[in-house]
């Protein structure tokens, strides 16, 4: 039996996630989840979103698997999703994005896997508020040591990245590569412009990489890598980034393989893993039944294989596979049309999934 923190997140979080725990139910995988509720609801029923007794349940059972949560643009609180990959060191962001026949894509046989870092960057949120001591502090003393100026009127976001964050996260995209029998590792920065920060990122990527000759490594500017992520996706196969490009190159990919409803995710440390979709909350479709529960599902089969469930993961995700390249049973966002009145429920693909793993 394992026992899993489950979290439904808000927004559309709790209809998703409500209809991947019966799927994974399915898969005859025991499981005892211990529920723990987190974000916008209970941020104002426990005055935090992410209450410590989330926290603890997942330093208990190590594995969690989450819902989206909503975060505030521009105030309010921080975000739950990257204070919990902080909080548990959560280092190592997994995104694998692969199409599946039947979902609507530019290209066929997409196989990307995304490595974010997930715990620097401009995401570290040492962050100052245009007028505050801090941001005062900063601007006088960039002032002082550099001699150039920062507007006053300046808020202030830091972007730290060190050579401890870039090498074990390099180091988890090749040892992936070489275990997965993947063929190459492309790094992704803009080294020509942030010379100390994304410099810094290339140069330990390069040291990294002398360490698995058996594995191509090569680098890319972000801005090229996007266009050539549009025009010529064959050419790339894991890509390792910083946390900020890893967000975008994300939902970038996500789009290569059918939309925000494929794309899954794993945040993964050294003593615990998180998993979730890539995509949010989707607010705007909370409680209608109607999005994708594919990204989360496919995140619960990364957690099977990760929980060395294998047979099950392949079973659950050839059930996906075959549910999605009929064609029938899929959201909305799987149809030919956004608005075609076949288009499945959440619940009733996750049923249509579970129907197809018990009857082949
Ligand atoms: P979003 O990912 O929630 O949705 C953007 C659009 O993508 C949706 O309007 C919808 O058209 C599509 N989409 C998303 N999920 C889908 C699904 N399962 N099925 C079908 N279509 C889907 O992005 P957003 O609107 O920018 O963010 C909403 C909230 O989610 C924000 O508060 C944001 O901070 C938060 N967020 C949370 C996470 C997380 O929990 N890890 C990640 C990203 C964003």
């Known amino acids: 039996m394992y026992r899993i923190t489950l979290i439904p997140g808000d927004g559309t979080g709790p209809e998703i996630t409500e209809a991947v725990r019966r799927v994974l139910e399915a898969t005859g995988v025991p499981f005892d989840w211990d529920v723990q509720h987190a974000g916008e609801d209970v941020y104002r029923e426990e005055g935090s979103p992410l209450p410590d007794r989330v926290l603890e349940s997942i330093r208990k059972n190590k594995v969690a698997i989450k819902g989206p949560i909503t975060t505030p643009v521009g105030k309010g609180f921080r975000s739950v999703n990257v204070t919990l990959r902080q909080v548990l060191d959560l280092f ?173 995710g794993a945040n993964i440390g050294k003593e615990y893993a998180v998993f979730e979709a890539t995509h949010g909350s989707a607010p705007k479709y909370k409680g209608l039944n109607k999005v994708n529960p594919l990204a989360m599902l496919l995140s619960g089969v990364m957690m099977l294989r990760y929980l060395g469930e294998t047979a099950a993961a392949e079973k659950l995700d050839d059930a996906i596979a075959s549910v999605v390249r009929e064609g029938k049973d899929v959201t909305y966002d799987l149809k030919p049309t956004p608005d075609d009145p076949s288009a499945a429920t959440t619940s009733g693909m996750a049923d249509a999934i579970i129907a197809k793993m018990t009857t082949e």
């Open 92 to 264: 190592s962001c997994v995104r694998p994005c692969k199409s599946y026949k039947g979902a609507k894509t530019i290209y066929d046989n997409i196989d990307l896997v995304i490595f974010r870092e997930n715990t620097e960057d401009l995401y570290a949120g040492i962050e100052y508020q245009k007028g505050s001591e801090g941001a005062k502090a900063i601007i006088d003393l960039v002032e002082k040591i550099s001699e150039r100026t920062i507007r006053q009127d300046s808020g202030i976001s830091i972007k730290p990245i060190s050579v401890f964050g870039t090498e074990r996260i390099v180091r988890e995209a090749f040892e992936y590569a070489r275990k997965n029998k993947r063929k190459k590792v492309t790094s992704v920065h803009k080294a020509n412009i942030m010379k100390y920060s994304d410099g810094l990122f290339l140069e330990v990527s390069r040291e990294v990489a002398k360490e698995y000759p058996d594995i191509e490594f090569e680098d890319r500017i972000i801005d090229n890598m996007c266009m050539q992520l549009v025009q010529k996706p064959a050419l790339y196969d894991v890509l390792v980034m910083a946390n900020l490009y890893g967000d975008i190159v994300s939902d970038l990919c996500a789009g290569l393989v059918g939309g925000l409803g494929m794309a899954p």
